[in-house]
């Protein structure tokens, strides 16, 4: 048996219960009891960013064999656990870079091109009425990534086609690479005019963005975060935000979600998504196909595609 905790991919579903027997958690009332009616058979988690397999799940699935992600980050997966009882873990790396890294260009230019305050101007029936407030530009602003991975070089080669000068922050500076390098996050900030979160989240990461940071961002200063909420300090954030001392902020992801603070509604100068970084139809396809990639390798005892541990 294959389970899935929650619903994520409907193509993925399909093709999963094609090939195996899939155990869809959500739409069970009784899930604990499920669980225990089901752990002698259950070989395998479909798990995703909000939902991964923590120590009580893997607790309770003694049969369990392999966590395959549908997602790049596996936060939400006790990789100690999964060690510890050789219970292995796969992701889908580099088919979702190209849809976040186009996502973080999407939402810096919505924050400084006012992109969604223009559109409810416009519906509210605002532009036959009033006149119209001027925006910022983006071309050659200072972009500063934190986190120069997969998805940290695609944003910064798309930024690159905006005349955008790059600098970045991570573990250790890759010298092959033309951009600026700050081996301290404040710095990094402080020179920079739009900062992307695209790191991991680990122990190390979580909370990386803190007042410290958000203030050497400062009031002309716009944060992205296509990461995961932990990455930043939310209610620094907020009250920066509503301070006027954080400039603006583009966000996919959320502390709490899909619990977002209900002060950002107010402000004209934050743009919301809900964590849709990945949500095309054609990553959607290659992400389900990778995973279902790797359960098939597993089971069949061939190398894993794209193996964590
Ligand atoms: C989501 C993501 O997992 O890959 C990741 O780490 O955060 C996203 O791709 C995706 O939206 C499916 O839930």
Redesign the pocket.
């Given at each position: 048996g294959v389970l899935m905790p929650v619903p994520?991919s409907t193509y993925l579903e399909q093709e999963l219960e094609k090939r195996f027997n899939l155990l869809k958690l959500w739409t069970v009332p009784q899930k604990t009891q499920f669980l225990k009616d089901h752990s002698g058979s259950i070989r395998a988690v479909v798990g995703?960013?909000?939902n991964g397999a923590d120590a009580e799940l893997i607790e309770t699935l003694p049969k369990l064999e392999i966590v395959a992600s549908?997602?790049?980050?596996i936060d939400k997966v006790d990789l100690n656990k999964c060690r510890e009882k050789g219970i292995r873990v796969t992701n889908?790396p580099d088919v979702?870079t190209d849809d976040v890294a186009d996502l973080a260009i999407g939402l810096a230019l919505a924050v400084l091109r006012r992109l969604c305050e223009s559109d409810r101007y416009l519906r509210s029936g605002q532009w036959k009425k009033g006149d119209y407030k001027l925006t910022t530009k983006f071309t050659g602003k200072t972009v500063g990534i934190l986190g120069l991975g997969r998805i940290g070089k695609a944003v910064a080669k798309r930024a690159e086609a905006f005349s955008c000068p790059i600098s970045y922050h991570s573990r250790t500076e890759k010298p092959e690479l033309k951009y600026k390098y700050y081996p301290c996050v404040v710095e990094l900030a402080s020179n920079c005019d739009i900062l992307v979160v695209v790191c991991a989240l680990t122990d190390e990461t979580r909370h990386i963005i803190n007042r410290e940071v958000i203030d050497a961002l400062g009031p002309k200063g716009v944060l992205i975060n296509i990461g995961r909420g932990p990455h930043v300090d939310e209610p620094e954030m907020v009250s920066a935000l509503l301070e006027g001392r954080l400039g603006g902020a583009g966000l996919d992801v959320y502390e709490n979600e899909p619990e977002v603070p209900e002060q950002l509604f107010e402000l004209e100068n934050v743009v919301l998504l809900p964590?849709?970084?990945?949500?095309t139809v054609q990553t959607d396809t290659a992400m389900a196909d990778l995973v279902i990639g790797n359960l098939e390798a597993h089971f069949s005892n061939k190398p894993l595609l794209t193996p964590v541990v």
């Open positions: 994520m995703n960013a909000g549908f997602s790049v980050g889908t979702l964590h849709v970084g990945s949500d």
